[in-house]
Structure formats: structure tokens, C-alpha cells
């Protein structure tokens, strides 16, 4: 693939990355900025276009996790315990508690691995 980057308007850069959150081309251009009017037809125009599908590709190889992750994520989450996040109040309700998940480091686990995987 090449780089294509270079090639996309700004437009077309934002396109790109709303494509990536909607999965719908009319919304996509509508969020990128082109025209109510016109958004149905330069979406399904910007998805015939080679560059932009090059882009398009490269984000979903820079974006896509492996195996290995998605394992690993699911395995993290099932061992989970969500009285991190929970408090019983002197009433008995519950209620969130973020200082417990901040005590135990939960959300600077989660951050490392953001971090790590960009």
C-alpha cells in the first residue's frame, strides 16, 4: 500500500476517520463537513476512489487488534470484579465509587494499555 495521506484533502482525512466510527458513508461526509445536501453522493464517491480506500485499509491494519488481544482483553474483563467500582452506602444502596477502582490502580492499568497500544 502506499501512502496515501499526502493525497487526501482534509476533508477527505476526516471523512476517513467518521467512516471508521459510523460504517456509513452519508454520515460520515455529513460529519466531515460536506453539504446535507450532497453527503449521499460524495460518501458513496469517496468510497469508490482508490486513495481513499487505501487509507481506509491502512487505518483498519493500524486500528485492528490481534488475537492474542482480544483474548487477552476478554480474559481481563471476565476476571473483573465490579465491587471495584461499587460501594454499599449505610442505607444499602449501592453506589459508584470511583476512589475504590483508584486505590486498587485500576484506571492506570487501563490506561497502560491504551497507551501501549498506540
Do not use: H
Not at 482534509?10 to 471523512?15: A, P
Not at 481513499?52 to 470484579?81: H, P, T, Y
Not at 476512589?99 to 501501549?116: H, T
Amino acid at each position: 500500500m502506499t501512502d496515501t495521506s499526502k493525497k487526501l484533502t482534509d476533508k477527505q482525512q476526516v471523512f476517513v476517520e467518521e467512516y471508521l466510527r459510523c460504517w456509513n458513508a452519508s454520515e460520515a461526509a455529513r460529519r466531515a463537513g460536506y453539504s446535507e445536501k450532497t453527503a449521499r453522493q460524495i460518501g458513496e464517491q469517496n468510497l469508490s476512489k482508490l486513495d481513499i480506500q487505501e487509507k481506509i485499509q491502512a487505518r483498519i491494519a493500524e486500528l485492528k487488534m490481534s488475537a492474542d488481544e482480544v483474548l487477552s482483553r476478554l480474559g481481563e474483563q471476565a476476571r473483573g470484579d465490579i465491587g471495584d467500582f461499587i460501594a454499599v452506602t449505610k442505607s444499602g444502596q449501592p453506589r459508584l465509587c470511583l476512589k475504590r477502582a483508584r486505590r486498587r490502580k485500576i484506571f492506570a492499568k487501563m490506561r497502560q494499555r491504551v497507551l501501549k497500544r498506540f
